[in-house]
C-alpha cells in the first residue's frame, strides 16, 4: 500500500506563525492511509490534527514504531462524528520506524481531513 505524504508545517520555538497560512489539512483517505516523514525535518515531537466529517464516530491509529518507546503500542484515538476534531500529541520516539517514517492509519469507511505539525 503507497500511503498519502503529510507534509508538516515546522514550528519555530518561542515565535509565531500566521495560523491561516499555517492549515495544512488534506483529504483522508482510509485506503492508503497516511505517513509523516519524520526524518526530514528537525523534530522530536508531532501535533497531529484530525478532523471527522462522517456522520459517525471513527478512529485513528498511529503505529508503533521501532525505538525505545515503541513498546508502548499504537495510539488509537477516537474522533466524534460530524465535524469531530482532534489535535494529537506525537514523541517521534513511540512512532518513528527505522526509515523515519510515522504511520497512520483510518477506520473504515472514514471521512474528513488531516494535517501536522512539527515541534522543535
Not at 9 to 32: P, Y
Not at 49 to 68: P, Q
Not at 90 to 112: H, N, P, Q, V
Request: hydrophobic share 45%; proline share 2%.
Amino acid at each position: 500500500m503507497a500511503r498519502d505524504k503529510l507534509t508538516p508545517i515546522q514550528l519555530t520555538r518561542n515565535a509565531g506563525i500566521d495560523a491561516k497560512a499555517a492549515t495544512v489539512l488534506t483529504a483522508i483517505n482510509v485506503t492508503n492511509g497516511a505517513y509523516i516523514d519524520a526524518s526530514a525535518l528537525d523534530m522530536d515531537r508531532v501535533i497531529l490534527h484530525v478532523k471527522n466529517t462522517e456522520g459517525s464516530t471513527n478512529t485513528v491509529t498511529v503505529k508503533a514504531g521501532a525505538f525505545s518507546r515503541a513498546s508502548l503500542g499504537d495510539l488509537v484515538v477516537t474522533v466524534a462524528a460530524t465535524s469531530g476534531e482532534q489535535m494529537l500529541h506525537l514523541e517521534t520516539a513511540r512512532f518513528k520506524k527505522a526509515d523515519g517514517t510515522i504511520d497512520i492509519d483510518f477506520e473504515s469507511g472514514m471521512t474528513g481531513l488531516i494535517g501536522c505539525y512539527a515541534l522543535p
